[in-house]
Structure formats: C-alpha cells, structure tokens
C-alpha cells in the first residue's frame, strides 16, 4: 500500500540537522530577563518565563507576545501539555498555574500554591495527567492536571530539588537535587526506587554551603540512557571557577556511560540544561554558547556561539530550530541547517 505523502514533504528534500551550519533566524527582545523557555509540542508556540515574574508566549509564525501575568517572582519553569492546548509555568513564588496557551488574553485556569519557599523544577507526564514540581522544601510533589489536586509527595532528598523528569512512558520519575544526588521513584506508590550518584558536581563553601548539585536530568530518546547535567572541577566556588559537565548513565544498570564536556576550550561555565536530538547528538550550554556531542564523545565536536549568557533552550519539533533564553532579555532562534 502507498501512504500519501504530505504536501510540503513532497515539495522539498529532507533538510537534515547540521550544527556547523547553524545561524540565527529569530531575534526577539524582552524587557526582563530570561530564565527558561520551552515550545509547545505542536511547534505553534514558545513560552519564555522571565525575572519580571511573567511568562513571555511568542506566537513562532509571527512573533507576536502576550504576557501571562499571575506570579509573584521569578518565573523558572514552562511546561506544556501533550496536545499543546494548556502551558504550565513554575515560579520562586512556590506556586504553579495553568494556562490556556492560545487564548487571546492568557488568565490563569488554575493557581497552586505547591511548596514552601522556591517552586524550582516543573515537568507533565508523558500522558499529560500528572504534574511533577520539586523546590526548596526538599519535596517532589505530584498533582493532578484536570483537578489540581495533590496526588503524591516523595520525601527523601536532603537538600533543595533542582530538577524533575518523567520516565518516558511511565509514571515513575528522577529528581537531582542540590547535593548531586538523583532520585528514581515509583510515583503511583510514592516509593524510592533507587539512586544515581553524582555527588562529584556539588561542592561545600567554607564547608557549610552546598553549591552546585543536578541542574538538569534528560533522557534520550529511547529512554535508554539518563543524563545529568551541571558542573564539575571547581577550584573556587565563590569565584565561579568551574566546569560544564554532563554525566550520562545506562538506564537499566545505574552505571555511567560517559562524561562528558568542553576539553580543548575550557570555559569557566555552568552546563544548565542538555537535549538529546533524535538524531543522536547531545546538545547543552556552555555559559554563552551551545556545545554539541556525540553520544560516546567526552569533547564536544562543535560551539555554537551566542550573544549572551543563557539558562535554557528548547528543540522544535521539527528538529531543526533551536529556541534559546538569555539574560539579556532576548529569546533567539537558530536553524541547524544551511540558509
């Protein structure tokens, strides 16, 4: 049998992903800065949340803005549902809200006050039932997407949750924390299912304060390997003298796959997030710069460079544009394939 082939496939060759081709398409400006973006996984819209306590919406085809306006401090966390349909934002606030991402005139559909003191980290499930926030009070709480409702609380982490993640097509999840350590959990019985050791990327200073610890935890595409991201290497923790690092483990045996970060251009620099392409290569910043890896290679094989200091970046759906957040306010895109 012969499928019938989409119009715009049909129209043009497959453009592959290229890093070394890669050059700025989009350059919008924000008042405030920028801690975290995330397009919508129809790929019609990109939400940026800022330090202005709103989340930015972009409209991608057209680059209109709205503001979604309801925190009351730094936003640092956007999510969307599966469908798209309904954008979740995290704030230092301790609470999160749900919005209708297409409405004209964004207003909250729900406002959660989730944790005490910074609601840090925010992910959906796979599924879209279950919201999944980590913050200062050490918890990893689960709620309920159509209701709002609390429907677990994971205890056990001994310092501030940075990050959450759903297990790709379950509902068990990670969480890393400030002290390098990553946490699996069965999240429909709220039991600790095991630990991944990264306790090298946190750091004491003055042997009291934690600095550091698991900024990011991503999974490929097959759910296979796990990895976490962060620094390592620190000479001087108040100074900033550190290392990028990513951490890589095998999903099934808990072990470390490979470490990997910038060798030959060493830069004092935090790795906040990393993305794992479908095509294989790994993708995390470098303070101003996004770095590109293959899946086995400790040194990075090429540097995209960027105007400013970034926080976050997101993939388009496409797999071809990539959608970062700075701290000068800018969200900018970059096509990874010839002009």
Same mark, same amino acid.
């Given at each position: 049998?012969? *499928?019938?082939?989409?119009?715009?496939?049909?129209?043009?060759?497959?453009?592959?992903?290229?890093?070394?081709?890669?050059?700025?398409?989009? %350059?919008?400006?924000?008042? &405030?800065?920028?801690?975290?973006?995330?397009?919508?996984?129809?790929?019609?819209?990109?939400?940026?949340?800022?330090?202005?306590?709103?989340?930015?919406?972009?409209?991608?085809?057209?680059?209109?803005?709205?503001?979604?306006?309801? $925190?009351?401090?730094?936003?640092?966390?956007?999510?969307?549902?599966?469908?798209?349909?309904?954008?979740?934002?995290?704030?230092?606030? @301790?609470?999160?809200?749900?919005?209708?991402?297409?409405?004209?005139?964004?207003?909250?559909?729900?406002?959660?006050?989730?944790?005490?003191?910074?609601?840090?980290?925010?992910?959906?499930?796979?599924?879209?039932?279950?919201?999944?926030? @980590? @913050?200062?009070?050490?918890?990893?709480?689960?709620?309920?997407?159509?209701?709002?409702?609390?429907?677990?609380?994971?205890?056990? $982490?001994?310092?501030?949750?940075?990050?959450?993640?759903?297990?790709?097509?379950?509902?068990?999840?990670?969480?890393?924390?400030?002290?390098?350590?990553?946490?699996?959990?069965?999240?429909?019985?709220?039991?600790?299912?095991?630990?991944?050791?990264?306790?090298?990327?946190?750091? !004491?200073?003055?042997?009291?304060?934690?600095?550091?610890?698991?900024?990011?935890?991503?999974?490929?595409? %097959?759910?296979?390997?796990?990895?976490?991201?962060?620094?390592?290497?620190?000479?001087?923790?108040?100074?900033?003298?550190?290392?990028?690092?990513?951490?890589?483990?095998?999903?099934?045996?808990?072990?470390?796959?490979?470490?990997?970060?910038?060798?030959?251009?060493?830069?004092?620099?935090?790795?906040?997030?990393?993305?794992?392409?479908?095509?294989?290569?790994?993708?995390?910043?470098?303070?101003?710069?996004? @770095?590109?890896?293959?899946?086995?290679?400790?040194?990075?094989?090429?540097? *995209?460079?960027?105007?400013?200091?970034?926080?976050?970046?997101?993939? $388009?759906?496409? &797999? !071809?544009?990539?959608?970062?957040?700075?701290?000068?306010?800018? !969200?900018?895109?970059?096509?990874?394939?010839?002009?």
């Amino acid at each position: 049998m012969t *499928l019938p082939i989409p119009n715009d496939a049909a129209a043009k060759p497959e453009v592959r992903f290229d890093p070394r081709a890669a050059h700025l398409t989009q %350059d919008w400006a924000h008042t &405030g800065r920028l801690l975290c973006c995330r397009v919508d996984p129809t790929g019609r819209f990109v939400g940026a949340g800022s330090t202005d306590h709103t989340v930015q919406r972009w409209e991608i085809a057209s680059g209109n803005k709205v503001p979604l306006a309801a $925190h009351t401090n730094w936003v640092s966390s956007v999510g969307f549902s599966p469908d798209g349909a309904t954008l979740y934002s995290g704030s230092y606030d @301790g609470r999160w809200i749900a919005w209708e991402t297409s409405a004209a005139s964004p207003q909250p559909l729900r406002t959660i006050t989730a944790h005490e003191g910074w609601l840090r980290a925010l992910a959906v499930s796979g599924d879209g039932a279950w919201i999944a926030t @980590g @913050g200062n009070d050490r918890l990893v709480k689960i709620w309920s997407s159509a209701t709002g409702e609390q429907v677990g609380e994971l205890a056990g $982490h001994p310092q501030q949750v940075f990050c959450v993640q759903f297990v790709p097509g379950t509902r068990e999840l990670v969480s890393g924390d400030i002290s390098g350590n990553i946490h699996h959990w069965n999240g429909t019985e709220g039991k600790l299912l095991r630990q991944f050791d990264a306790q090298d990327t946190s750091f !004491l200073i003055a042997d009291k304060v934690p600095f550091g610890g698991i900024l990011n935890l991503a999974f490929n595409r %097959d759910g296979s390997r796990l990895t976490a991201t962060g620094h390592f290497k620190v000479t001087n923790a108040p100074a900033g003298n550190r290392r990028a690092v990513a951490t890589t483990f095998n999903w099934k045996t808990g072990e470390r796959v490979v470490r990997q970060e910038s060798v030959k251009e060493e830069r004092d620099a935090t790795l906040w997030r990393a993305v794992h392409h479908p095509r294989g290569p790994m993708l995390g910043i470098v303070a101003k710069e996004l @770095g590109f890896w293959e899946p086995e290679s400790v040194e990075l094989f090429h540097l *995209l460079k960027t105007p400013s200091e970034m926080f976050d970046f997101d993939l $388009h759906p496409n &797999g !071809l544009d990539l959608f970062t957040a700075h701290f000068d306010g800018h !969200l900018r895109v970059y096509r990874c394939a010839p002009a």
